[in-house]
């Protein structure tokens, strides 16, 4: 079975998307095939990171939910490694009808675990990586319950660190087996060992990254995936940190059956 | 589920959150309906037994509003039993989804306590015994649904002794225990001329018709609305029903067997003294010539004939009109989706909760205005079934012929009323081609109008729903000219005419204002006839006087008009000689009809009828045609002006029983002989036109039919004194100033009604 890894934080611009997109081309270096979803069909962006425009998206999650697509028409390739690694992205709808109706009727989420199992077969994915809604609602909350793995994205702020106690409470009570992690956006006067070893005592689960603030990632405004542009930069060298520690338990390698 | 508060695995992965929200959702629904179902029948019983059979009309909405001012909840918080009592009809409130069902029958467990045992009506509603709602129960909640699974929970019913203080008596109490409640599909007969009585019913919503007789020989009797009581003569008297009656649309009664009617009369005299009395002011009503048939609530449809008319337009100014005459609701696909957002995909009229929500809206406003969708469909369909009237809008780009809306409303909802809207570009000339539109349709009334003009929406809808505003106007020759004062003083007040008639004289004043004069024009116009030598003698072979003039002078101010195109609507009474019968005269050149109406025989030509009658003037059938106006404005004011005394004053005529015209004049001629007091041939003639119909309007009580009834004094003035012109202006003028003045004083209420502007 593919690793399932939720990204989510508990309120809005923490870089959820940005590190999804990151981690999703860091495992395809790391020559795994990977399926990026977007589940934060409320508010959908992650498409930008991978070069598309909302126009772009003729087929979305969002036909495949109400019944209108098969889920392998939904997804594009979007990135390729060298090693045979890929990135497949299944967008959200940037139609601002097709959005509304997700007001107005709603959708039955459980639709996903048939989608997540048909994706891993048809396209022989290794990891399926969802860029949740911020906040919890129940759509989320399903993520995170399908979930082996759940990211949680803060910024170091005593808003975003009340607001993880909630969602990490939540995720253990869906009895998510393995929960990181990742501060986001640290100002380089913060001093990110003695932050770790505060939010480890506070939370009890691992801190897997402390990201500093990067001017490059800012300039970079999500018109590229930063691990792709700056391989080098220690930012990527520590989500790639991440990224190593999703892979450890679940598998062994690109054809390892975990 | 141990702890509501809080979320588990299972709760997510098996979508039980979400279902639980449904769940809740559709209890909160059932709730509102029961509670609805029970202040209904609550109400019922107390106008039933303490006369409060008046106030039903509004109490529902009153307890509604207070309710919701006050705590947000229902004003009955509905009991087990209430519940229970009304399980088959919030049974469709239940959507089908066995997983949703199963979740509701969890919540309906959790919050009253209920189990299989105790109430089994309802756990048969929310599928209970199904065995796919079993399954689903099963997977959610990993128990099997059984009893054991649901156990019962001894509550104090919240019966509420306090707050039921007046229903504490017991024989109310099991009165409303004992009332069944009925949702009749329109043109279900609820009983049959004949029948041996069962029941007595009392309408919640809807319409029902009782009519007598046979097959299509069918008389109406009444309309019934909401608060109305029918079969009561029955119950207690256990005579055969002497009545049909029949849902005209789809309604909601409650009705109470007979043998417990007949219990309670032994308990309670209170309740037959109620009854009767009841039953004495029908009959006090029935006997009033005043008496209305037509229904004060209504509920009213807007419908289309092509895609470009403005229904949603005329919807919503119609709406903004009728507001003036009571509480009114508007009801469009906007509105519906807006409060349930899956009937964008539904069929609206399989939707069990919208129909209650209507029906709510029924009872809370006097009339609830449907609007059509622009094309044909589901919607279109239900606003048709629902209503009592249909208005059916054209506008000058729809064509004559009938079309698919037209079909759809005959084949949906033959018994509603129809009526024609045309909608017309701008005031500035008359229509000339409504004949076009109504040469094809069956409907019982049209209107032209000009959606920009106030004054036309607000007739429109005052007609729509038989409230117009009528004026009559009697015959009596030279002395019509009061009318035209008359005029002035409805115009000083301020008081909107939807629809004016007349006879004879009467006819051509009503024609003159029926065109759109105003008082001042009509003073005009009066002066051209005053003085336009219509009295010239002719040599006496058909009349006295050379008709010619008269015709032209009514063809030239009626500019060639037919009465169907007019704005204002307009008819007038001839009689016809041929068949010795009135003729009404709602269609067809406006000028021939003022003519034929007013040809005074003898003095007038005959005029001839389309059909070759020989037509003459309509005073001496219906010389004040208050019963014709009564039928074309139902509940509506209705206001007379008559010039014919009943006694007319008569100068000391001394004449033997033969007397010859020439010694009339030599009596004259000669100052030694004392004058033959004589009438003249043109008064008996006039007074011999209107006596038989004065005879029957006061032993038939048609002039008892209007609401206010006027009578200028007129026996000083001549019936052909053309000289009198000002004078006749003057005494109509102030006369009616003065009735008019008093009668709004009498009831200030009605000046709301007749569109007068406060002063």
Not at chain 1, 152 to 181: H, K
Not at chain 2, 324 to 343: I, K, N, Q, T
Not at chain 2, 485 to 505: C, K, L, Q, Y
């Amino acid at each position: 079975m593919a690793t399932i890894v939720s990204v989510h934080s508990f309120r809005g611009g923490t870089g959820k998307s940005n590190t999804c997109a990151n981690l999703a081309v860091l495992m395809a270096r790391r020559g795994r095939r990977v399926g990026v979803v977007d589940a934060d069909i409320q508010s959908p962006g992650i498409h930008v990171l991978f070069g598309l425009r909302g126009d772009d998206i003729t087929v979305s999650l969002n036909d495949y939910l109400w019944g209108r697509a098969s889920i392998t028409d939904t997804a594009r390739k979007v990135y390729s490694a060298e090693g045979g690694g890929e990135v497949y992205l299944i967008p959200a709808s940037m139609k601002t009808n097709e959005i509304v109706q997700v007001l107005r009727q709603g959708y039955d989420i459980r639709r996903l675990t048939e989608a997540f199992r048909e994706l891993t077969e048809t396209l022989s994915l290794d990891a399926m990586l969802i860029d949740t809604h911020p906040g919890l609602n129940e759509e989320t909350l399903f993520s995170l319950a399908i979930s082996t793995a759940v990211v949680m994205v803060l910024r170091p702020d005593q808003q975003d660190y009340e607001g993880t106690g909630v969602a990490v409470e939540v995720a253990r009570s869906l009895e998510v087996p393995r929960l990181l992690l990742v501060v986001n956006k640290a100002p380089s006067t913060l001093d990110a060992r003695a932050l770790k070893e505060r939010l480890e005592g506070t939370f009890h689960c691992t801190v897997a990254a402390v990201l500093p603030h990067s001017d490059e990632m800012m300039t970079l405004g999500s018109a590229d995936v930063f691990a792709n542009k700056y391989p080098n930069d220690p930012i990527t060298r520590a989500l790639d940190g991440v990224v190593e520690m999703l892979l450890a338990e679940t598998d062994t390698g690109p054809d390892g059956t975990a | 589920m141990a702890d509501s508060n809080s979320v588990s695995r299972a709760d997510i992965l098996l979508g039980r959150l979400s279902l639980e929200r449904r769940a809740a959702r559709v209890l909160g629904t059932v709730e509102a309906r029961v509670a609805h179902m029970r202040t209904e029948t609550r109400h019922a019983v107390q106008a039933l037994f303490s006369g409060r059979e008046d106030e039903f009309t509004r109490t529902f909405g009153d307890d509604y509003l207070r309710s919701l001012k006050m705590t947000a909840r229902f004003a009955d918080a509905p009991r087990v039993e209430d519940i229970e009592r009304f399980a088959r009809h919030w049974r469709p409130l239940v959507p089908p989804e066995p997983e949703v069902r199963a979740a509701v029958i969890q919540a309906m467990n959790a919050r009253y306590g209920v189990s299989p045992g105790t109430a089994p009506l309802s756990f048969e509603s929310m599928g209970y015994g199904d065995p796919a709602v079993g399954e689903a129960y099963q997977r959610l909640f990993g128990a099997a649904l059984d009893a054991a699974a649901l156990p019962g929970r001894e509550e104090p019913t919240a019966a509420a002794v306090t707050e039921d203080g007046d229903l504490e008596n017991q024989a109310l109490r099991d009165a409303e225990a004992a009332l069944d409640w009925l949702s009749v599909p329109a043109g279900t007969v609820l009983m049959r001329e004949g029948d041996q009585p069962d029941y007595l019913y009392f309408v919640i919503s809807g319409r029902l018709r009782v009519a007598a007789g046979y097959g299509r020989e069918q008389r109406v009797i009444a309309d019934l609305g909401r608060g109305e009581l029918v079969g009561e003569i029955g119950v207690l008297t256990g005579e055969p029903r002497t009545a049909n009656v029949t849902a005209m649309r789809d309604s909601e009664v409650v009705r109470l067997p007979q043998a417990e009617v007949l219990r309670m009369a032994h308990q309670s005299p209170q309740m037959l003294l109620r009854v009767n009395h009841i039953l004495a002011q029908r009959l006090r009503v029935e006997l009033s010539p005043r008496h209305r048939t037509g229904s004060s609530q209504l509920t009213l449809a807007v419908v289309g004939l092509s895609p470009g008319v403005p229904v949603r337009e005329l919807a919503a100014r119609l709406v903004e009109e009728l507001a003036a005459l009571g509480p009114v609701a508007h009801v469009s696909r906007d509105r519906a989706e807006g409060e349930f957002p899956r009937l964008r995909t539904a069929d609206p009229s399989q939707d069990g909760e919208l129909l209650a929500w209507l029906s709510e809206q029924e009872a809370r406003h006097q009339f609830v205005v449907f609007e059509a969708d622009r094309e044909p469909g589901q919607w279109t369909d239900l606003c048709i079934r629902q209503a009592d009237r249909i208005a059916l809008v054209a506008d000058e780009s729809s064509g004559p012929a009938l079309t698919p809306a037209e079909e759809r409303v005959a084949a949906l909802n033959g018994s509603a009323r129809r009526e024609l809207v045309i909608l017309r570009p701008s005031t500035e000339a008359h229509p000339n081609d409504t004949r076009r539109w109504l040469g094809t349709r069956q409907v019982a009334a049209h209107h032209n109008v000009v959606l920009a003009e106030r004054a036309h929406v607000a007739r429109f809808a005052r007609r729509l729903v038989g409230q117009a505003i009528g004026l009559v106007l009697g015959g009596g020759g030279v002395r019509g000219y009061a009318h035209i004062g008359a005029w002035r003083a409805f115009e000083e007040a301020g008081i909107a005419v939807d629809t004016i008639g007349g006879t004879s004289v009467g006819a051509i004043v009503a024609a003159g204002i029926a065109t759109d004069r105003d008082a001042e024009a009509m003073e005009r116009l009066g002066r051209t006839f005053a003085e336009g030598g219509i009295t010239d003698l002719t040599l006496p072979m058909v009349s006295f006087f050379q008709t010619r003039k008269l015709t032209s002078l009514l063809r030239k101010h009626t500019e060639n008009l037919r009465i169907e195109d007019l704005w204002r609507p307009f008819f007038c009474i001839s009689t016809s000689l041929t068949r010795a019968e009135p003729v009404v005269h709602s269609e067809g050149p406006l000028w021939r009809a003022a003519r034929a109406s007013s040809a005074i025989p003898g003095l007038f030509a005959p005029v001839t009828g389309a059909n070759g009658d020989l037509l003459v003037d309509g005073g001496i059938m219906n010389n004040v045609p208050v019963d014709s106006m009564r039928a074309a404005c139902e509940r509506g004011p209705v206001i007379a002006i008559n010039l014919s005394p009943q006694v007319e004053h008569s100068d000391d005529y001394r004449l033997g029983p033969s007397v010859s015209g020439w010694r009339i004049l030599w009596s004259r001629l000669n100052p030694l002989v004392k004058p033959i007091q004589a009438p003249s041939i043109f008064t008996t003639l006039l007074r011999t036109t209107e006596a038989g119909s004065i005879h029957r309007m006061r032993t038939g009580q048609v002039l008892g039919m209007a609401d206010l009834l006027i009578n200028p004094p007129m026996e000083k003035s001549g019936l052909l004194d053309f000289r009198n012109y000002d004078g006749l202006v003057k005494v109509g003028y102030e006369a009616t100033k003065a009735a008019l003045d008093q009668w709004l004083a009498e009831n200030p209420e009605l000046k709301q009604r007749l569109g007068v502007k406060p002063a």
